[in-house]
């Protein structure tokens, strides 16, 4: 499974950016394609996260700002980030597992990573 992630790049505080991934190779056992991101200095954070049959999870703090979609045909996960903030900063990473709906809180059996992208947030 392989796993490219785009859409990265420098913002202003309020703006908006749309991160996309693709998923391609062997993906018939994935089903939950996710989001996570790493600021400088600190522990990758999950974000959000999709099932193909479109069940959610959210990070709490992000939820409202953060909106995650996918389309399913194209192998395509995306999020649409809102109202950014400086702390936004991080790289931004990609991830598909085989965790179905309502699986959220149960370990993947298979865990793909992409290559991040880079998300800046400054005046």
């Known amino acids: 499974v392989q796993l490219q992630a785009s859409g990265g790049g420098l913002v202003q505080p309020g703006g908006s950016l749309r991160l996309s991934c693709v998923a391609s190779?062997?993906?018939?056992?994935?089903?939950?394609m996710s989001w996570y991101r790493q600021a400088p200095g600190k522990q990758r954070e999950f974000i959000a996260a999709?099932?193909?049959?479109?069940?959610?999870n959210y990070r709490g703090s992000l939820r409202g700002r953060f909106t995650i979609s996918r389309d399913n045909a194209k192998n395509t996960v995306y999020l649409q980030m809102n109202s950014l903030k400086p702390e936004d900063t991080a790289v931004y990473y990609c991830?598909?597992?085989?965790?179905?709906?309502?699986?959220?809180?149960?370990?993947?059996?298979?865990?793909?990573w992409g290559q991040g992208t880079l998300v800046t947030v400054s005046s």
């Open positions: 991830n598909a597992d085989d965790r179905g709906d309502h699986e959220w809180t149960r370990a993947p059996k298979y865990d793909y």
């Open positions: 190779g062997s993906i018939s056992h994935i089903n939950a």
């Open positions: 999709i099932t193909s049959g479109g069940s959610t």
